[in-house]
């Protein structure tokens, strides 16, 4: 059964600081892995990674693929109070990428 | 649309009823998804249609739910005999399908609560 597990599940941090929140995963025929940022209801889409050791930035956030090892980071650096929010990592699998697998997530809260 | 829109954002039902949840998904995406997230869970997959027709079903917990997408666009999940452990947000995803669409852009979701 394909499976996603996120670390660590609650973080807390001061506004400034970088964080590095841990994806790790098994299923079958990987075809990509996802990351999404949900502050009330709708997750929304950050990155997806589908090749290993290519990382992929947006801003402060950046994120990195490792298939042999099986997992991904996502970082997120000089940390503000609107990053706070649940961060969802997900893998596409036998399934194709269509069917998601989602880990419980990270509830990130950064304090002023 | 510009986005994918749920109706409605808050349900309360009484143990026993029935209950239907409406997606209105991004126009032009052929690919439509629902999801299920308990409180401090992750999303959980339910369905996904891929035109008018389920794809994969195998989420669905049993068979007092049911999806439909008649036309290929809006879609109604229905729970029938609803039960206090289908409290949840019901969320919909929809993509444009397709091999490499595996991007979902999900809506706010439905928050069912079943006393």
């Known amino acids: 059964e394909d499976k996603v597990v996120q670390s660590p599940l609650s973080l807390v941090v001061h506004e400034g600081d970088t964080v590095t929140l841990n994806c790790s995963y098994e299923v079958t025929n990987f075809r990509s892995l996802l990351w999404y940022k949900q502050e009330k209801k709708a997750p929304t889409f950050l990155f997806m990674l589908?090749?290993?050791?290519i990382e992929k930035k947006s801003g402060r956030l950046s994120s990195i693929l490792d298939k042999k090892e099986l997992f991904s980071i996502l970082n997120i650096t000089a940390t503000q109070t609107g990053d706070s929010a649940i961060y969802l990592c997900?893998?596409?699998?036998?399934?194709?990428?269509?069917?998601?697998?989602f880990g419980q997530g990270t509830r990130l809260t950064i304090n002023p | 649309g510009a986005g994918v829109s749920q109706t409605p954002s808050n349900k309360v039902t009484e143990k026993g009823k029935y209950v239907e949840l409406r997606c209105d998904p991004i126009?032009?995406?052929?690919?439509l998804y629902w999801y299920r997230q308990s409180l401090g869970q992750g999303p959980e997959f339910l369905i996904y249609f891929q035109g008018t027709g389920a794809a994969d079903d195998s989420g669905l917990p049993n068979d007092r739910f049911f999806a439909v997408r008649p036309e290929g666009s809006v879609s109604t999940l229905k729970i029938q005999r609803t039960e206090r452990g289908d409290s949840a947000v019901y969320l919909c995803?929809?993509?444009?399908?397709?091999?490499?669409?595996?991007?979902?852009?999900f809506g706010a979701g439905s928050r069912l609560t079943v006393l």
């Open positions: 997900a893998v596409g699998g036998v399934q194709g990428a269509q069917k998601l697998v």
């Open positions: 589908t090749s290993s050791g």
């Open positions: 126009s032009g995406h052929t690919a």
């Open positions: 995803a929809s993509s444009q399908g397709g091999a490499g669409a595996n991007v979902l852009t």
